[in-house]
């Protein structure tokens, strides 16, 4: 892969991140002030995901 691909991958890691990130906070914890499981598991995973896509594209860049 070219550098260029990497950057675009390395981007699309860092917005998937952070957008998954606001996802989590503001659909796992509802304003009842409890915690919803099944959604965290689901979201949380997304985060790891594109957390983990970020980094490499930024090692491999």
Do not use: E
Request: hydrophobic share 55%; charged share 5%; with cysteine.
């Amino acid at each position: 892969m070219s550098s260029q691909q990497w950057a675009i991958l390395t981007l699309l890691g860092f917005y998937g991140w952070i957008s998954s990130t606001v996802a989590f906070i503001l659909t796992s914890f509802p304003s009842n002030g409890g915690f919803l499981v099944k959604k965290g598991i689901r979201i949380g995973s997304c985060v790891v995901f594109f957390f983990v896509m970020w980094i490499i594209g930024m090692l491999n860049a």
